[in-house]
């Protein structure tokens, strides 16, 4: 069972959540652990105000939360934010504590940030100077960024500039009109796997034309298994989710991936040849793996398993005494 309420008036938000019972096996696992032998239960509450004052000048965020499990104990914790605003420089102070109390343990921690932040150059439009921008949204089917024969116009496909959203015609074009000259940002939207790279341009004439190419991704995927012998295995947490994997393309570092509570992770890329490397220092004390990276090639519109990670437990060091005449 588990019951979740919520309160927003403004710019005050209260979230409660009461759990009776194991959702996931991890949940369940680790209670036993503990040697309780009573069924599950959780209890989090939470508070959230967001307010502005003096014309939006200063904003303060602040947090109170209270979890109560048998995982983190009586844990309570809180946050203050300010800060303060202007066209060109801002001055914020940040600060949390946190308090950990579970079984014969409890840890105290308090923390306090401030700094200046200076706006070097402002990205203001310039509203005394108008132009047109339009685009030609295609499939790139030989992926050389150029639309030419073997192209397909995208009609009804949604494309992002700045903070507006537009959906093509039937012959792939947007068009935006009457828009200040300055930078504008083209942000990324991934639809039934084809996507387009984010990129910036300035409009600096009266006609702005783009060539948006869409790229199909493909789909990495694969997961962390157990293998230990129980009866010489040293006393470990069997984790599962919050492994932590590098993705690399050309030798390159391109992005980080975790996995979910079934040791099972994901990651949609272009096409190309990547290596994925496990970071051994998000494994659970006494575990480790033979094997920690892997090469796989990624083709546009396909689904890759990568061989899975083998994560094996030290063993006790069992002393042999032998007796004889």
Not at 151 to 172: H, R, V
């Amino acid at each position: 069972m588990k019951i979740t309420g919520s309160y927003n008036y403004k710019w005050f938000n209260l979230t409660s959540i009461y759990q009776y019972g194991s959702y996931f096996l991890s949940e369940y696992a680790f209670s036993r652990m503990l040697n309780k032998n009573t069924a599950y239960k959780k209890l989090s509450v939470s508070a959230f105000v967001n307010k502005n004052f003096f014309d939006k000048k200063i904003n303060l965020t602040s947090g109170l939360s209270y979890t109560d499990d048998v995982l983190y104990g009586k844990s309570p914790s809180g946050f203050i934010n300010l800060k303060y605003s202007k066209k060109r420089y801002g001055i914020y102070l940040n600060s949390s504590w946190f308090n950990y109390s579970s079984n014969n343990f409890s840890n105290n921690l308090f923390t306090v940030e401030a700094g200046v932040t200076l706006n070097l150059e402002p990205n203001t439009l310039n509203p005394g100077k108008k132009g047109d921008i339009k685009a030609l949204v295609f499939y790139d089917h030989n992926n050389n960024n150029v639309y030419d024969d073997g192209d397909k116009e995208a009609e009804n496909y949604l494309i992002m500039l700045n903070n507006i959203s537009f959906k093509t015609n039937k012959e792939g074009n947007i068009i935006y009109k009457s828009v200040p000259f300055g930078k504008f940002i083209l942000k990324q939207v991934i639809q039934q796997g084809w996507y387009y790279d984010e990129a910036e341009f300035e409009v600096q004439k009266h006609s702005c034309f783009l060539e948006i190419p869409l790229h199909q991704n493909g789909t990495a995927q694969g997961k962390v298994i157990y293998d230990f012998d129980a009866k010489t295995a040293l006393e470990f947490s069997p984790k599962t989710g919050g492994i932590i994997f590098n993705i690399y393309k050309d030798d390159l570092f391109l992005k980080r991936i975790v996995t979910d509570d079934n040791g099972e992770f994901v990651s949609f890329l272009e096409s190309g040849n990547y290596k994925i490397e496990l970071n051994e220092n998000s494994l659970s004390a006494n575990t480790y793996s033979e094997r920690t990276t892997s090469g796989f090639k990624v083709e546009a519109g396909k689904i890759i398993n990568v061989e899975p990670f083998m994560i094996k437990v030290k063993e006790k060091k069992i002393r042999v005494k032998k007796y004889g005449n």
